[in-house]
């Protein structure tokens, strides 16, 4: 009997993945006390992501077809799979994490922020399982209003994040105006509006559908976080809570960055667009690593660090799709989960002792332990130190660059790692080198579950570093299952 | 033989027209600094990219769904631009900017 239901529950995998956050989200607004609002989002997010592991091991590992031939049509593919089941992990942690600072943003926000964290996730959760590119559309702007949402709603202590949440929805809508343009040039172009389509499609007007597909791809990178479009990140981010770093910095770019990967993938392999677009993404790509980085080494915000070593990161993805085969996209998957991990280990631990600047990072380890681990291991998977995930990622890029005879891509890789090196360096050395000239809190101000996420996400940064085999191999599936797997 | 001249279509005009509502608003939204207007100017590429739709003729869901989401983003929008003159006294860009640095600065300095 319960074999049956799992079975049931395994058909229609892609629209409970969609529809559990949404209900638990529904649910936590009308549950009334904080804490038992945070219990229900925290089940919610806890269920989704077993489903959705469940479904992408089934998929990419056994290589079986287990989508229902009725119910809602949702389009299942390799890559959309994937990184839907990363976003299910990472909701479900950082709703975990931001359970200690519920009372902090306020009374009001305290249940409406982890819902619209749980609404954001659905939002892009549908982005990457469907077909439509309209409905694509229409489900990027559900989890990006989302996150415009939260970092408004969470500016209680604090009104820069205010002002961040401004710039997200100027940028953002600029990019969602310039999006829907793209869609409609590139379906005009193309001859229908289905994203599948594309590779074989006989498009009748490739300079219209290049152009389209450009401008889908930059209203995407705006809010993914991509240089020179990430003027709201640091503004957004860098003064924020853990709801705002958490639910933003990591979930909201990650959805953004998933989906970006899915619709390159596809677009790439257009053959009439796909030369042009490549060189689009490999420029972008360039320009996000080195602007990232640089600015990540002058930076003496912590969390505004973090966020332009993400940049960096999102341009290591771009220029991973960039070389158009499936190695590159492999690439990119495992990019995205070091970006994942990295970034929940670096901001859990940040958070933790409520460690903004680089000044209060002196004599952090010791005064809060487990929190200085969760940054250091985020800190090297993000200067790509062998034996982390990070490391991971950037050699499958160097590798497949090479392959393509893209040195340069390469090259730039390494120079990315050496600045990690650098401002990553700086960050261990304050840690446990320096003592603290002021005493700031430590990790007893928290619950100790708040901190159990960033320090899950450590261990996976290091424990995949060490044995990648089925993380690489699911990688290399989904990036060959991109074609569609929908009855 | 007098060959029929091809029916005139105001389509490429209409086309051009509406990139153009895009790209006005979209500078707008990017480059004035007062939030009011920064919020008019997305209005304007949101309109403009819903008539480039029309105009490239998407599917009515497309025009619907676009619709919503230009509903959304101003409605929220406009929330925002409310808190931010309760919070800072302002909606002009520069000086809000100006008032997160010098809290950037205090909170340095603490």
């Keep these: ?487 | 033989m007098i060959a029929a001249a091809a029916p005139l279509s105001l389509d490429p005009a209409l086309a051009a027209f509406a990139c153009a509502l895009v790209v006005i608003g979209v500078a707008s939204a990017l480059v004035l600094t007062n939030a009011v207007k920064r919020l008019a100017g997305l209005v304007i590429a949101g309109i403009g990219a819903l008539a480039a739709l029309a105009v490239l003729g998407a599917p009515a869901g497309a025009l619907t769904a676009g619709v919503a989401v230009l509903f959304a983003q101003v409605a929220l929008g406009a929330a925002i631009v409310v808190r931010l003159q309760e919070s800072y006294g302002s909606v002009a860009s520069s000086e809000i900017d100006g008032a997160d640095l010098e809290d950037d600065a205090r909170g340095s300095a603490s």
């Design chain 1, 1 to 487: 009997m319960n074999g049956a239901y799992l079975e049931l529950a395994r058909a229609h995998a892609p629209l409970l993945m969609i529809v559990t956050p949404l209900v638990g989200a529904a649910l936590m607004l009308i549950s009334g006390p904080a804490r038992m609002s945070w219990l229900i989002a925290c089940a919610a997010a806890v269920f989704g992501a077993v489903i959705a592991v469940d479904f992408a091991t089934v998929l990419l590992m056994q290589l079986t077809h287990p989508v229902a031939e009725v119910g809602v049509a949702l389009f299942v593919d390799g890559i959309g799979v994937f990184a839907a089941a990363l976003v299910a992990v990472v909701l479900a942690l950082a709703i975990v994490a931001v359970g200690a600072t519920l009372k902090e943003s306020g009374a009001s926000p305290a249940p409406l922020s982890p819902a619209l964290m749980l609404a954001g996730a659905a939002g892009w959760t549908g982005a990457l399982m469907t077909r439509d590119l309209i409905a694509l559309f229409a489900s990027v702007e559900a989890g990006w209003l989302a996150a415009v949402g939260l970092t408004a709603v969470n500016a209680v202590r604090d009104r820069t994040p205010l002002n961040g949440a401004f710039r997200m929805l100027t940028l953002g809508g600029a990019g969602s105006a310039l999006m829907l343009l793209g869609i409609g040039m590139l379906g005009r172009a193309a001859g229908g509006f289905e994203i599948d389509a594309l590779p074989l499609a006989q498009i009748r007007m490739p300079n219209l559908a290049g152009a389209g597909a450009a401008l889908i791809v930059l209203g995407l990178c705006v809010k993914a976080g991509v240089a020179p479009l990430h003027a709201w990140s640091p503004v957004a981010i860098g003064r924020g809570g853990a709801m705002i770093a958490l639910g933003v910095g990591t979930l909201g770019v990650l959805g953004a960055l998933s989906v970006l990967t899915r619709f390159a993938a596809y677009a790439i392999t257009a053959p009439e667009i796909g030369a042009g677009f490549s060189v689009a993404l490999a420029g972008l790509g360039a320009l996000s690593v080195v602007v990232g980085a640089v600015q990540a080494v002058g930076s003496r915000n912590l969390l505004r660090l973090s966020v332009y070593a993400g940049v960096s990161q999102a341009g290591c993805v771009l220029l991973s799709l960039a070389l158009g085969s499936p190695a590159g996209f492999a690439a990119a998957l495992m990019q995205l989960v070091a970006f994942a991990a990295a970034s929940l280990a670096f901001y859990g631990g940040a958070l933790a002792g409520r460690v903004h600047s680089l000044d209060m990072l002196n004599g952090y380890a010791t005064r809060a332990p487990l929190a200085s681990g969760a940054i250091t291991a985020g800190a090297l998977s993000l200067m790509g130190a062998p034996l982390t995930i990070g490391f991971l990622g950037r050699w499958r890029l160097v590798e497949a660059g090479v392959g393509a005879g893209w040195w340069w891509a390469a090259g730039l890789v390494i120079i990315a790692s050496l600045a990690g090196v650098f401002y990553g360096g700086r960050l261990v050395e304050r840690m446990y080198f320096r003592r603290a000239n002021v005493t700031y809190a430590g990790e007893g101000g928290v619950w100790r579950v708040a901190l159990a996420p960033a320090l899950i996400a450590a261990i996976a940064t290091i424990a995949i570093g060490l044995a990648p085999g089925a993380l690489l191999n699911a990688a290399a599936n989904a990036s060959r299952l991109m074609t569609g797997l929908a009855p």
